[in-house]
């Protein structure tokens, strides 16, 4: 919360346009108290861009992304995650099907374990995300 408020300018995507991440941290702002404070400091990314693309172009000095978009970017690094209890761990749930006329089914149900297994679990964390 203090890195908020000594922001001079803070990034996330735009709400309106449904973003979940941007979703999330305005209300996360509103629950938090603080989205009045704050919000004359929020900057907007441009349509299809994150707040990792506005650090990097050096738009804003604090931004709210999802870690792998930070991560993906080579110009900024991951400061660090919202504490455990701020987030959302339902916010962001990948799953993965087979199609039932699937022609390989065989070939879709080792894919989908290649991404559950313990070598993918590594991968997965490395790009930021929790693959529990």
Known sequence: ???????KSIG??????????????ANLLERLGLAEQLQSKV???????????????GEIDFG???PMEILANREIELAGV??????DPELFV??????????QPDAAKLLI??????AAAVIIRSKGLDPS
Request: no cysteine.
């Open 94 to 103: 990948y799953s993965a099907g087979i199609l039932r006329e699937s022609e």
């Open 43 to 57: 900057r907007y990314p441009r349509s299809g861009n994150s707040a990792a693309e506005q650090i990097a172009e």
């Open 12 to 25: 996330h995507t735009d709400p309106s346009r449904g973003g979940g991440s941007g979703v999330y941290f």
């Open 113 to 118: 374990e290649s991404f559950s297994g313990a």
């Open 82 to 87: 919202l504490p455990r209890e701020l987030q």
């Open 1 to 7: 919360i203090r890195s908020l408020k000594l922001a």
């Open 64 to 66: 709210i992304a999802q």
